[in-house]
């Protein structure tokens, strides 16, 4: 019963974005012949830690302030709901995120002594333990907690990812693919507010929906997620990412009956759901098939290196 209510309360579902994200990072840095794997599993592991913690110390922070007993739970908002039902105490929830944050940090320490401290790794690393501390209570609250996701899901993340990797560079190729699903998951963030947003101003949480309003920001969705797909276009004709990565844009539909869906029911909440699943499902795919488009042209590079050396040098 206990690992059921843990599996809740950490809300395992989401947990999947970093553990296909950071498996693209690898990847990408395969395709420049840069490959490390317990480096990466390190990696893995220490992210997926710090994003749980994430999630664990926002509905204990959600809980103290009396968010979470005063919003309406779906399958993708209202929190986890452990708290309010009492099937964990408050104090086990805290001591859990900070676990799981000392986890993710001690890692992060790992990789800063075997990279001799350098200012990058500790600027990326120590932005991502302290807005992981800090989202809930102070991030959230100030209506800049959907640009530190935007980061800490992308560019920050890759570049982190990327750096490891190859031993101590960056790239501009990581940085856009990171900026692509940054901005996916940002876009699951902003929709996933709308059902909370009254409880939230209520409580003093002014993020971007609260400080917009409902109508004003439903326009702006389509344009956080039009701008993924913008980038990959991008990207493909200036040969900054492989042509193959075009599959993600398979991925186009499930944004748009999103968008359709919130323009006509932001005012709602379960009428909301369906657009909240089409942009959590719309995301992990796209990192799916990002993931996909790598792998083959990786390979396409080993067996036909023909097809892949007919392109400028940006793409390995």
Request: hydrophobic share 50%; aromatic share 12%; glycine share 10%.
């Amino acid at each position: 019963m206990k690992l059921e209510v843990w599996a809740k309360e950490l809300r395992i579902p989401f947990l999947s974005l970093p553990a296909i994200f950071v498996p693209l990072g690898i990847t990408v840095a395969l395709l420049d012949g840069y490959f490390n794997l317990v480096h990466g599993i390190l990696t893995l592991i220490g992210i997926v830690c710090i994003h749980a913690s994430v999630n664990v110390l926002n509905d204990y922070f959600d809980f103290k302030s009396g968010i979470d007993t005063a919003t309406t739970p779906t399958p993708f908002s209202g929190g986890s709901r452990v708290l309010p039902e009492n099937l964990l105490t408050p104090r086990s929830v805290l001591i859990g995120g900070i676990i799981l944050l000392a986890i993710g940090s001690l890692i992060g320490l790992y990789f800063l002594y075997i990279f001799n401290f350098p200012p990058l790794l500790i600027a990326l690393i120590s932005i991502a333990i302290i807005t992981s501390v800090a989202y809930s209570p102070v991030l959230s609250k100030i209506g800049v907690g959907e640009v530190f996701v935007f980061l800490n899901f992308g560019p920050l993340l890759f570049t982190g990812v990327y750096y490891i990797q190859s031993g101590g560079l960056i790239s501009t190729e990581a940085i856009v693919v990171g900026s692509i699903v940054g901005l996916m998951t940002t876009g699951i963030l902003y929709i996933n507010q709308f059902p909370d947003t009254d409880a939230d101003k209520s409580k003093g949480r002014f993020h971007l929906v609260a400080r917009l309003g409902k109508k004003r920001a439903a326009g702006i969705y389509k344009y956080i997620v039009n701008a993924s797909y913008v980038i990959i276009i991008l990207g493909i004709v200036t040969f900054t990412i492989p042509p193959t990565t075009i599959i993600a844009l398979i991925t186009i539909p499930k944004f748009r009956v999103a968008n359709a869906i919130l323009q006509k029911e932001y005012e709602k909440i379960m009428e909301l759901i369906p657009a909240m699943g089409n942009t959590v499902m719309g995301t992990i795919q796209s990192g799916i098939l990002l993931l996909v488009g790598y792998l083959i042209w990786y390979f396409l590079s080993i067996y036909f290196p023909g097809v892949t050396t007919i392109l400028p040098e940006n793409i390995s």
